[in-house]
T-cell receptor, first 109, second 113 residues
């Protein structure tokens, strides 16, 4: 089965501290993984995708096939990073996406 | 920039009513999706469509149906609304093919009383 697990519902860090949001997946084959973010009163939007190997707003995420993980990291959290973060896995057909239950990040000033 | 527009931001309906949620995208995307978003449960796929008049059930299709008569429009229908369908409903679209991300609408907060 294709599934995504985000073990932390809530995460609080102080401004300037490193942050890591965990994501584990189950998938047979080469997964395509994404992180989406939803800021307060805004629509859900793409933050980054693993295939692009990019850094967006200081966030990076590395695919670890051995640990079946795609954790989202940022070395120095900012207040504006406070949001809900969802990890998502694209299914075999390329049409379906499987989302984790989300992690609500709060950055404490 | 891709725009996915959901017709209503907030809706309040009574139990047993038939409810229509409308979604329009302006980027000629093949795929369109309806999710519901609930605290602690994340996003759960209700239905998706990969072409006009085509639809596929997602994880939680019970109590819902969909319609896609035109490529840009995807409607979610609650045949007989119930209180357990009170939720945030998100529409999304994407190009067909691999690695094409989802683009979401603002969501419709539906309350069934």
């Amino acid at each position: 089965a294709q599934r995504v697990t985000q073990p932390e519902k809530l995460l609080s860090v102080f401004k300037g501290a490193p942050v890591e949001l965990k994501c584990n997946y189950s998938y047979s084959g080469s997964p395509e993984l994404f992180w989406y973010v939803q800021y307060s009163r805004q629509r859900l939007q793409l933050l980054l995708r693993h295939i692009s190997r990019e850094s967006i707003k200081g966030f990076t995420a590395d695919l670890n096939k051995g640990e079946t993980s795609f954790h989202l990291k940022k070395p120095f959290a900012q207040e504006e990073d406070s949001a809900m973060y969802y990890c998502a896995l694209m299914g075999y057909t390329g049409n379906q996406f499987y989302f984790g239950t989300g992690t609500s990040l709060t950055v404490i000033p | 920039d891709v725009k996915v527009t959901q017709s209503s931001r907030y809706l309040v309906k009574r139990t047993g009513e038939k409810v229509f949620l409308e979604c329009v995208q302006d980027m000629d995307h093949e795929n369109m999706f309806w999710y519901r978003q609930d605290p602690g449960l994340g996003l759960r796929l209700i239905y998706f469509s990969y072409d006009v008049k085509m639809k596929e059930k997602g994880d939680i299709p019970e109590g819902y149906s969909v319609s896609r008569e035109k490529k840009e429009r995807f409607s979610l229908i609650l045949e007989s609304a119930s209180t357990n369908q009170t939720s945030m409903y998100l529409c999304a679209s994407s190009f067909g093919g691999g690695n094409s991300p989802l683009h979401f609408g603002n969501g419709t907060r539906l309350t069934v009383t």
